[in-house]
Each structure stands twice: as structure tokens, then as C-alpha cells.
């Protein structure tokens, strides 16, 4: 959700406002602003609109050496100019910028405006701002102290006050907030990537901290203010990862990263010798797995069906029950936690607070809860009880791709390890490690096809809706396609079992509405040839995703997508990629901001 970056230090802020908001745009970007401090005064520019429409109106030389900025996903309040971020009370002293949603802004701000506050948005974050200036009586960090003391809700805060210049104070609750350490310099952003062009130095502040930063350095305190020793990490990242190196965009860089994400996160974590995976970092002994009787896994968007995917995986592989279940309907209906039940919060930001508070809440109830994250040092990983890096990288574009390959990878690991170390042969062991190392290899010869890909998409971009079908483990990929598919190009699609279509969705049935078939050569392909059969038998078009040489899908398919044979467990990894890339094509012949699509945001940390 939104993006907020905090600075002070020796350079122009307003400089490096713009370039860190510019590496933020991905978390929100309906409208922007800064706020920069100088010579005792705030002076604020913001807009509806994307960061470059900001820095045109942004004066060249806008002085000041300390300040704070924002980019907004719209949650209370239309998106315009003046809902935009810093928001500041009544005397223009405190500016904060704001990312979250504070629950009871309207019964703070009703009581404020009897005591004759005067409000000009319509955002839920005004109200922090003016109760920091009633509290203010010369320091800064005890009003901001006092201020959320009154906030139900979630936050990360970034104030300043024109009285106090080079200082800045940050607090944090269910929103992320990094402190960044530079020489002479310090930074606060909502992730590593709005301050990793300066420093590679950051404190990950915690829920119910609060940091007082100046140019020479910081303390860290809880709500009481006691004080915190936090440690500096260093990031991994390079900058070159957060940068479209030669792409014309994000999610196309990131789509043909794959071969390469997908052979780090297996790096290290396969055993040849003994055909079975390891994993560092789940905190378990080799007797506390063989006791795991149940796998269960809670995510949103495509890290649920990543966990769907997996849940296929542990029941075949390894015979344990597994499930997977939306992380957003898990907080709230009072789950039962089993004995013997491992957990599983897939996430590629680590932030989304849907994943997270359900991984709270099932703690609370004394379940083990690993996590399947990308972003080292977001919250997940650092709150769960051990887990796996997928080592993706940086995700930058909205719509997820070389992360759920990843998360797949992830979980075949697992998978694996648990199957061997329960009754798969070292044999069928080998069969699948043998399937698992050549996929980098085989995606690249899906990539190889782009060009094919792209026209099918612009032979099918006037489609106003598009059926995905899949059946068992790619059940879920139908799904994954149907969802990127939406996203980006914003042309309606559902993914079903291709079974389930007789049961209600053939109605849907004309030649406008193309069914997009996954076909393996699994136990199910006669089935899924079958299904296919039916749409066609209604004038429906069908594009297939099928093996090489299945001439028969060939011949049934108005339109057929080839791909590498493989394990039949594995082929969710080459049903997937097409899949992006006709979605990525089809949204590019539609003219749609493929990375920033409309109404959407990359990290959701709002419920
Ligand atoms: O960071 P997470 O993996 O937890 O994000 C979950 C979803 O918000 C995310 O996958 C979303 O559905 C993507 N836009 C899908 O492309």
C-alpha cells in the first residue's frame, strides 16, 4: 500500500525525496507528495497523480535538508490533490506522512473539530497530524508518544516539525517502516528500496516502537519509552535488481528473470546423493517433521495459489494431508489449531497483513508457523517460527510472477525431503530431482516462444472474457492465469476445474468467450481432451497449453501453446509461464500500464 520515506542529512531532500519515492511507486500510486523543512518553515507540494507528475511541479533548488514524502493507494477519501500526503495540523508545523488505516480517525476527528480544529481532507491520516500539534510542547517525540497512544488502527508514521529541523520521528504498528543508516544521513521508508541507493544499512523497526532520528543518529523505544538496542542489518540487494536493466518494464524483466530465480532458490538446497532437498532455517528437527501429521498453508492472491499448488504436492509426494486456505478468511473464524500440524505463510513481500495477522492470530493458538517469503527482513520471516528465503530478488511490478515460481520451488523442496524421509523410494526420489533441476532449462524454452505468445494475445485481446482451466495440480495454475490475466489487461476472467465447467460456467459458452486449457500429459489428460470437446461443441474457442507432440490437443484446439514434457508433478511450473506472458501481451496490446495496474498496489498492508 502506500510508500513513505523520511529524511535528514547533508544532501537536498527534496532530491532524494523524489528518487526514493520513485523506488516506492509500486506500493501506491494515486497521488504523491513531499514535505521539506527549511529555515523554520514547511513547504509542501503534492498532487494527484504518478512521481513524475510530482517532480514537474516540483521547483528545481527546493532547499531544505530534511523532509518527508509519500505515495498514496486511496483507502479514505477520493484520489485528489488535497487528500494526497504530508497532512498537516493547523498550524502547518507537523507534517506526517501515513500508511495504514487509523480505525477510529472519525470519533478523534469529530471530538477535534468541537474543540475547533479544522480539517481539509478527507483522509483518515489528517487527524494524526493535528493530534500531534495539540500535544506538541516542544518535543517532538513525546506529542508524537502521546498522539498514538489514542490510535486504534494500523500505522507507519514519518512526522516532522518545523520548529525541530533535522529530526524526524517514525512510529510503527501492523505497517512497515525500515530505518536506513547513512553517513551523515539517515533514512526512514516503508521498505529497503526507498533508501538503497544511499545505504545499505537498516534497522527493521518492530510494532510498538518508535524511532527519533536525527542526522547524527537515532534511539529506538517502545510506547513507553524504553529504550530498544536494535541491530544493523545489511542488505543484500543490489541496485542494478531494483532497475529495469534494458526491459521496457518490471513485470517483463522479472517474467524472463525466471530460469534464474528458480535456480537460486533450488541452490544449495538439493542432495543428489541421497535424492532429497534440504532446508536451512525451518528450526525443526528430523523428528519433529516425521511428526508432522498435517500441512497447512495460508496466503492471498498468487501466493494462495502457490500454497495450492503445494498442497497437492505434500498429499502426493509425501502423503501427509495439506491444505491451503486464503490467510484473510483464516483471522477471522477462530481457527482450530490440530497437534502436529505444521503451518505454512507464504508471502513475497513479507508484509501483507491479510498473511500476517492470520499468522498471528494461529501463534497465539500455539500453531508452528513457518514462512515462504521473498523479501529478507520484511515481517513475516522475522515473526514466524522459522521458514525459507526464495531468493527471487526484488519484485517490483504489481502483478507477481517470478515469486510464485519460486514459492513453488520452494514447497517441491519440502515436499520432497518430507516424502523421503517418510516412504518414497531413492529412485522415484531421483525422478523428480532429475525433473526439478532440468526445469530452469526447460522454462527458457517456453520463454523461447514469446514471440507466438504475444500473437495468439493480440489474436484474443478483444475478448471481454476468458475461461482458465486446469485440473488437479494445475487446477490452482488455472487459477494463477485467470488472476494475472484480470489484473493487468482488466478483461474478465475465471479459473475453474475444467470438470467443474458442466456445473454451471459453460453456460458462459459463445464465440466470443475463449476457454484456455492446461493439458498435461497426466492421468487426466483424456478428461481435460474431453472437457475441451464440450466448448467446442458450443462454438467456443479453445487455446490449449499441451505437450510437444500431443497432436491430438493440437487438432481439438483452435489455438495450442507447447510445452517441454516433464514429471507430471511438475508441470505447473510450464503451464504457468505462458500464462504470464499471454496475459503480459495482451494487457501490452491493450495499452495497460502492465507494472502499475489500475486500483492496485504491490505490498497490502491494509485489510
Ligand atoms: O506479497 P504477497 O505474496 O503476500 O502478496 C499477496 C497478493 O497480494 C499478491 O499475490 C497479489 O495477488 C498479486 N498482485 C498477484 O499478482
Known amino acids: 500500500m502506500c510508500g513513505i520515506i523520511g529524511y535528514c542529512g547533508d544532501k537536498n531532500a527534496s532530491t532524494v525525496l523524489l528518487e526514493g519515492l520513485k523506488r516506492l511507486e509500486y506500493r501506491g500510486y494515486d497521488s ?8 523554520k518553515a514547511l513547504k509542501i507540494v503534492k498532487c494527484k497523480g504518478k512521481i513524475k507528475d510530482l517532480k514537474a511541479i516540483v521547483p528545481e533548488n527546493f532547499p531544505g535538508n530534511y523532509g518527508i514524502g509519500h505515495t498514496r493507494w486511496a483507502t479514505h477519501g477520493e484520489v485528489n490533490d488535497v487528500n494526497a500526503h504530508p497532512h498537516t495540523d493547523g498550524s502547518g508545523k507537523v507534517a506526517i506522512v501515513h500508511n495504514g488505516i487509523i480505525e477510529n480517525f472519525q470519533t478523534l476527528k469529530n471530538k477535534l473539530q468541537r474543540e475547533g480544529h479544522e480539517f481539509r481532507t478527507e483522509t483518515d491520516s489528517e487527524v494524526i497530524a493535528h493530534l500531534i500539534g495539540t500535544f506538541y510542547q516542544g518535543d517532538l517525540e513525546k506529542a508524537v508518544r502521546e498522539a498514538i ?57 518492530e510494532d510498538g516502537e518508535i524511532v527519533d532520528v536525527t542526522d547524527k543518529g537515532f534511539r529506538t523505544s517502545d510506547y513507553d519509552d524504553r529504550e530498544i538496542a536494535k541491530e544493523i542489518d545489511h542488505i543484500d540487494w543490489e541496485l542494478q535488481q531494483i532497475e529495469k536493466d534494458g526491459f521496457p518494464n518490471f513485470m517483463e524483466k522479472e517474467i524472463f528473470e525466471q530460469p534464474e530465480s528458480i535456480r537460486r532458490c533450488m541452490s544449495g538446497r538439493l542432495d543428489t546423493e541421497l535424492a532429497t532437498g534440504h532446508l536451512g532455517g525451518l528450526n525443526l528437527s528430523s523428528k519433529e517433521l516425521l511428526e508432522v501429521e498435517r500441512v497447512k498453508i495460508i496466503a492471498a492472491g498468487t501466493s494462495y495459489h502457490a500454497g495450492m499448488v503445494a498442497s497437492y504436492l505434500m498429499e502426493s509426494m509425501a502423503r501427509i494431508p495439506a491444505s491451503a486456505e486464503l490467510a484473510s478468511e483464516v483471522r477471522y473464524r477462530n481457527p482450530i489449531v490440530e497437534r502436529n500440524s505444521l503451518y505454512f505463510a507464504v508471502s513475497q513481500s513479507g508484509e501483507t497483513i491479510d498473511t500476517l495477522f492470520a499468522m498471528r492470530e494461529l501463534q497465539r493458538k500455539g500453531a508452528r508457523v513457518l514462512g515462504i517469503c521473498n523479501v529478507v527482513g520484511s515481517t513475516i520471516p522475522r515473526e514466524s517460527d522459522g521458514g525459507v528465503y526464495i531468493h527471487s530478488g526484488p519484485e517490483i511490478a504489481v502483478a507477481s510472477t517470478k515469486a510464485f515460481t519460486s514459492q513453488l520451488m520452494a514447497f517441491y523442496i519440502f515436499a520432497l525431503s518430507m516424502a523421503r524421509m517418510r516412504d518414497m523410494s531413492y529412485e522415484t526420489g531421483h525422478t523428480l530431482l532429475d525433473g526439478m533441476k532440468a526445469i530452469p532449462d ?20 478483444s475478448s471481454e472474457n476468458f475461461l482458465f482451466l486446469g485440473r488437479g495440480i494445475n487446477y490452482p495454475v488455472a487459477l494463477e492465469g485467470a488472476l494475472k490475466l484480470k489484473e493487468i489487461s482488466y478483461i474478465h476472467a475465471e479459473g475453474y476445474s475444467a470438470a467443474e465447467i458442466k456445473h454451471g460456467p459453460i453456460a458462459l459458452i459463445n464465440e466470443q468467450t475463449p476457454s484456455l486449457f492446461l493439458v498435461p500429459d497426466d492421468r487426466l489428460r483424456e478428461k481435460v481432451i474431453s472437457n475441451m470437446k464440450e466448448i467446442k461443441a458450443r462454438q467456443g474457442k479453445v487455446i490449449a497449453v499441451a505437450v510437444e507432440g500431443d497432436e491430438e490437443v493440437g487438432d481439438i484446439a483452435d489455438d495450442t501453446i507447447f510445452i517441454p514434457s516433464t514429471h507430471e508433478l511438475l508441470y505447473p511450473f510450464l503451464m504457468v509461464v505462458p500464462l504470464q506472458l499471454f496475459a503480459y501481451y495482451t494487457a501490452l496490446d491493450l495499452g495497460r500500464n502492465v507494472d502499475q495496474p489500475r486500483n492496485l498496489a504491490k505490498s497490502v498492508t491494509v485489510e
Do not use: W
Request: one cysteine or more; glycine letters at 12%; a neutral charge.
Open 32 to 39: 504523491a507528495g513531499i514535505c521539506v523543512g527549511i529555515d
Open 442 to 461: 526447460q522454462v527458457v524454452r517456453v520463454l523461447e516462444q514469446k514471440n507466438a505468445i504475444r500473437d495468439l494475445a493480440m489474436k484474443y485481446s
Open 149 to 205: 497512544g489514542l490510535l486504534k488502527g494500523t500505522y507507519g508514521i514519518v512526522c516532522v516539525h518545523a520548529d525541530e529541523p533535522n529530526r524526524m520521528i517514525g512510529a510503527r504498528n501492523g505497517s512497515p517502516l525500515v530505518l536506513g543508516v547513512g553517513e551523515h544521513e539517515m533514512f526512514l521508508g516503508s521498505d529497503v528500496t526507498a533508501m538503497m541507493a544511499y545505504t545499505k544499512q537498516v534497522v527493521y523497526l
